[in-house]
Nanobody
């Protein structure tokens, strides 16, 4: 079992930045692929970014490429999402997720464990 706790969400103006953190416990963090997803009201949950167990391989949704950066610190059992140049369309609940395995996982159904979510609101 893996427990995930997100933090760092909030309200920010367009063009601003936020950094989300996700602390994991309950299983060897280094054996998990990690991902960040987001879900806006009335929409499906979509992948934002994913990272392999080592951190060397990453994947981004096209809408955030060049603005967001996913990273992880295996010594701290934490994965991060640095979000820059935020836009109102980035407004959503952001979820951290973990998948057993080593490579990048891009599908929602590939993840076994989910955090409770953190709200990100970008005002225009």
């Amino acid at each position: 079992q893996v427990q995930l706790v997100e933090s760092g969400g909030g309200l920010v103006q367009a063009g601003g930045s936020l950094r989300l953190s996700c602390a994991a416990s309950g299983r060897t963090f280094g054996s998990l692929a990690m991902g960040w997803f987001r879900q806006a009201p009335g929409k499906e949950r979509d992948l934002v970014a994913a990272i392999s167990w080592s951190g060397y391989t990453t994947h981004y949704a096209g809408s955030v490429k060049g603005r967001f950066t996913i990273s992880r610190d295996n010594a701290k059992n934490t994965v991060y999402l640095q979000m820059n140049s935020l836009k109102p369309d980035d407004t959503a609940v952001y979820y951290c997720a973990a998948a057993p395995g080593l490579g990048v996982v891009t599908m929602v159904r590939g993840y076994d464990y989910w955090g409770q979510g953190t709200q990100v609101t970008v005002s225009s």
